[in-house]
């Protein structure tokens, strides 16, 4: 199978035909495997901090790790270079990794040095400049899979500063077929500038705490991209009768109203092998006749399949029953799953908002309420909570509590951990760059969003010599 599958499913399976009501319906979209000889190539442009405060272990170890990514890549993926301080130098191209090409980005990497402060913006925009190019330097067209990964440790102090004038820069200049990934360093960079970078970018943000995590935040982020077999995913959402109308999409997508409570489309970004995606939409079914089958909406799913170079389509609708007395009152488990999920999203990110208004306990406590309404969920469904994705999500909130213990620990972890998880929840991808070496060996360590492909990048990435 090369092909996305897609499926729907309705909360419940029955509303009463003299009752208004509003439930949840889910789009589910589930991506094919991916082997190695199928995996297109991809152009890869590193955007690297040299200011002053990365001087260092963090220059070496970053150094080391671009060493890692240039093992990884075969004769036909591009990489270039761009590193700046006050200044952004294009160091190299983009370049095919031939032996001659790896050596050209080693001598590079090698000859960085710490300089003075952070013009982030600057680099950035040089990194984006060079992967729009509509040729490369040996004379071939782009590779298909095209992404921006961006590294920094501090805030910006050059060039464009403020977060939203950096956000609006990247918002009109990259484009939809780019994605944008991005590594924040330490306890003093802007995780929320960053965050909202990469998801302009449809990339994911990576907190690296311990400097020593640099290599499996990158393996992640490189796993990833080295399994893409969808691209600029679209799917439609319609309601298909009059007396049904959506109330509310449940994502942080970009989203276009065609029809407002009719007629949606969501940009979904790229897909990687094995990964899931799920929209939670929420109807409002009013009255109506007896039935055996209603319609109520139709999603129609439209991508680029990277794997057989062709544009696809596939279509499912969501049905349910109205009877004159509901006989039926069972729930559908994975839409309930979907709604825990991002139910767990939605409270990090509220209890984030108290922390950075220095309630911190107040914080605590709401976590600590959902925690005790999802494990009731949980056993409702007769879900295990140590497996899968209920391990996952009360793992999450676990770490969240810890990150709020004091300011300090907030200042220096929690709020980086957090702004992590809700990315992660709501995208569905995985992020996490502290994953010890050790526990890749087993599934149950390894996230629920975390596909093969990235499993074996970090695993490689632990055996690998400096």
Do not use: W
């Amino acid at each position: 199978m090369t092909s996305i599958t897609v499926s729907s499913a309705p909360e419940y399976g029955q509303v009463c035909a003299d009752d208004t009501s509003t439930l949840f319906v889910n789009c589910h979209l589930q991506a094919p495997n991916c082997d190695d000889d199928q995996r297109k190539p991809i152009d890869l442009v590193v955007v690297l901090d040299r200011s002053g405060s990365m001087s260092g272990k963090k220059l070496s170890l970053c150094k080391k790790t671009m060493d890692f990514l240039a093992q990884q890549l075969s004769v036909h993926d591009r990489v270039a270079l761009v590193t700046y301080d006050s200044d952004v130098t294009t160091d190299l191209r983009l370049t095919k990794m031939t032996p001659e090409g790896k050596r050209k980005f080693d001598k590079h990497v090698k000859a960085i040095q710490g300089g003075s402060c952070t013009n982030l913006s600057g680099g950035l925009m040089a990194g984006i400049q060079e992967i729009q190019q509509s040729d490369r330097i040996d004379g071939g067209e782009p590779n298909p899979v095209q992404s921006v990964l961006l590294l920094t440790d501090g805030l910006a102090n050059e060039g464009v500063k403020s977060r939203d004038g950096i956000v609006n820069l990247v918002e009109g200049t990259l484009g939809t077929n780019i994605s944008l990934f991005t590594f924040g360093y330490g306890s003093d960079h802007d995780n929320q500038l960053l965050r909202q970078l990469s998801d302009l970018g449809r990339g994911s943000y990576y907190f690296i705490q311990n400097v020593d995590s640099v290599t499996s935040a990158f393996a992640d982020c490189l796993g990833g991209l080295l399994s893409v077999v969808a691209q600029s995913i679209k799917v439609s959402c319609i309601s298909v009768s009059q007396n049904v109308i959506i109330k509310q999409i449940k994502t942080k997508r970009p989203m276009n109203v065609v029809t407002p409570g009719q007629y949606y489309e969501i940009e979904m970004g790229d897909l990687y092998a094995e990964e899931v995606r799920d929209i939670l939409v929420q109807v409002e079914v009013q009255q109506s006749s007896v039935v055996d089958s209603q319609q109520l909406v139709q999603f129609i799913v439209r991508y680029a399949n990277v794997l057989t170079s062709t544009l696809e389509s596939k279509s499912t609708g969501v049905a349910i029953s109205r009877p004159q007395k509901v006989t039926d009152k069972s729930i559908n488990v994975m839409v309930a799953k979907q709604k825990h999920r991002i139910e767990a999203a939605e409270t990090i990110e509220l209890a984030q908002g108290l922390a950075n208004r220095g309630q911190l306990s107040e914080g605590q406590a709401m976590i600590t309420r959902f925690i005790k309404t999802l494990k009731s969920e949980f056993n409702a469904f007769n879900l295990d909570s140590r497996s899968n994705q209920e391990k996952e999500l009360l793992d999450g909130l676990y770490d969240c509590i810890r990150g709020m213990t004091n300011q300090r620990t907030y200042q220096e972890r929690g709020q980086y951990r957090m702004t992590s998880h809700v990315q992660s929840h709501q995208g569905q991808r995985s992020n996490d760059a502290e994953i010890s070496f050790n526990s890749l060996a087993t599934t149950a360590s390894t996230s629920t969003y975390r596909n093969s492909r990235k499993t074996q990048m970090m695993s490689t990435a632990s055996t690998f010599h400096y």
